[in-house]
Nanobody, 119 residues
Protein backbone atom coordinates (compact mmCIF):
# COMPACT_ATOMS: atom_id res chain seq x y z
CA UNK A 1 0.00 0.00 0.00
CA UNK A 2 1.17 3.51 -0.86
CA UNK A 3 0.43 6.76 0.92
CA UNK A 4 1.09 10.35 -0.09
CA UNK A 5 1.17 12.99 2.63
CA UNK A 6 1.14 16.65 1.70
CA UNK A 7 2.07 19.58 3.91
CA UNK A 8 2.90 23.26 3.72
CA UNK A 9 -0.25 25.00 2.61
CA UNK A 10 -1.77 27.99 4.34
CA UNK A 11 -2.70 31.65 4.15
CA UNK A 12 -0.15 34.10 2.79
CA UNK A 13 -0.20 37.71 1.66
CA UNK A 14 0.39 38.63 -1.98
CA UNK A 15 4.10 38.61 -2.71
CA UNK A 16 4.76 36.03 -0.02
CA UNK A 17 6.16 32.52 -0.24
CA UNK A 18 5.15 28.99 0.68
CA UNK A 19 6.80 25.61 0.29
CA UNK A 20 4.71 22.52 -0.28
CA UNK A 21 5.95 19.00 0.39
CA UNK A 22 4.59 15.63 -0.66
CA UNK A 23 6.11 12.46 0.76
CA UNK A 24 5.41 8.99 -0.58
CA UNK A 25 5.69 5.94 1.62
CA UNK A 26 4.75 2.28 1.63
CA UNK A 27 5.57 -0.72 -0.52
CA UNK A 28 7.33 1.25 -3.25
CA UNK A 29 9.44 -0.38 -5.94
CA UNK A 30 10.28 2.84 -7.76
CA UNK A 31 9.10 6.44 -8.01
CA UNK A 32 8.88 7.96 -11.45
CA UNK A 33 7.37 11.31 -12.45
CA UNK A 34 6.22 13.60 -9.65
CA UNK A 35 4.05 16.66 -10.04
CA UNK A 36 1.80 19.30 -8.56
CA UNK A 37 -1.68 20.22 -9.75
CA UNK A 38 -4.09 22.80 -8.47
CA UNK A 39 -7.82 23.34 -8.58
CA UNK A 40 -9.47 26.67 -7.89
CA UNK A 41 -13.21 26.92 -7.11
CA UNK A 42 -15.26 26.48 -10.26
CA UNK A 43 -12.23 25.60 -12.37
CA UNK A 44 -10.71 22.41 -13.69
CA UNK A 45 -7.67 20.88 -12.11
CA UNK A 46 -4.53 22.05 -13.90
CA UNK A 47 -0.89 21.05 -13.98
CA UNK A 48 1.38 23.46 -12.14
CA UNK A 49 4.75 21.71 -12.30
CA UNK A 50 6.27 18.29 -12.86
CA UNK A 51 9.67 16.66 -12.50
CA UNK A 52 10.83 13.41 -14.07
CA UNK A 53 12.88 10.73 -12.36
CA UNK A 54 15.89 12.18 -14.17
CA UNK A 55 15.28 15.65 -12.82
CA UNK A 56 13.84 17.36 -15.89
CA UNK A 57 11.20 19.89 -14.96
CA UNK A 58 8.16 21.39 -16.61
CA UNK A 59 6.26 24.41 -15.27
CA UNK A 60 3.03 26.03 -16.35
CA UNK A 61 3.50 29.38 -18.02
CA UNK A 62 1.58 31.17 -15.28
CA UNK A 63 4.11 30.14 -12.61
CA UNK A 64 7.40 30.24 -14.51
CA UNK A 65 9.91 32.44 -12.77
CA UNK A 66 7.97 32.24 -9.50
CA UNK A 67 7.62 28.53 -8.65
CA UNK A 68 10.29 25.84 -8.49
CA UNK A 69 9.74 22.09 -8.33
CA UNK A 70 12.34 19.74 -6.90
CA UNK A 71 12.57 16.22 -5.54
CA UNK A 72 14.56 14.24 -3.01
CA UNK A 73 14.76 10.70 -4.30
CA UNK A 74 16.18 9.35 -1.05
CA UNK A 75 13.05 10.55 0.74
CA UNK A 76 10.56 9.93 -2.09
CA UNK A 77 9.51 13.54 -1.63
CA UNK A 78 8.61 16.29 -4.06
CA UNK A 79 8.63 19.97 -3.20
CA UNK A 80 7.01 23.06 -4.68
CA UNK A 81 8.64 26.35 -3.72
CA UNK A 82 6.20 29.14 -4.44
CA UNK A 83 7.46 32.73 -4.44
CA UNK A 84 5.85 36.03 -5.39
CA UNK A 85 2.44 34.53 -4.77
CA UNK A 86 -0.59 36.17 -6.34
CA UNK A 87 -4.29 35.98 -5.41
CA UNK A 88 -4.88 33.95 -8.57
CA UNK A 89 -2.62 31.23 -7.14
CA UNK A 90 -5.32 30.50 -4.55
CA UNK A 91 -6.40 26.89 -4.96
CA UNK A 92 -6.21 23.42 -3.49
CA UNK A 93 -2.86 21.95 -4.48
CA UNK A 94 -2.51 18.22 -5.11
CA UNK A 95 0.60 16.18 -5.70
CA UNK A 96 0.55 13.31 -8.15
CA UNK A 97 3.24 10.66 -8.14
CA UNK A 98 3.81 7.78 -10.54
CA UNK A 99 4.82 4.81 -8.43
CA UNK A 100 5.66 1.25 -9.30
CA UNK A 101 4.83 -1.46 -6.78
CA UNK A 102 4.86 -5.23 -7.10
CA UNK A 103 1.39 -4.82 -8.57
CA UNK A 104 2.65 -2.59 -11.37
CA UNK A 105 2.72 1.18 -12.11
CA UNK A 106 0.00 3.49 -10.89
CA UNK A 107 -0.58 7.21 -10.36
CA UNK A 108 -1.25 8.22 -6.77
CA UNK A 109 -2.75 11.50 -5.58
CA UNK A 110 -2.20 13.40 -2.35
CA UNK A 111 -5.08 14.55 -0.18
CA UNK A 112 -4.74 18.18 -1.25
CA UNK A 113 -3.59 21.24 0.67
CA UNK A 114 -5.24 24.65 0.59
CA UNK A 115 -3.20 27.66 -0.49
CA UNK A 116 -4.87 31.03 -0.01
CA UNK A 117 -3.22 34.24 -1.17
CA UNK A 118 -5.00 37.24 0.27
CA UNK A 119 -4.32 40.49 2.07
Amino acid sequence: QVQLVESGGGLVQPGGSLRLSCAASGSIFSVNAMGWYRQAPGKQRELVAAVTSGGSTNLAGSVKGRFTISRDNAKNTVYLQMNSLKPEDTAVYYCKVAIATIHGPHDYWGQGTQVTVSS
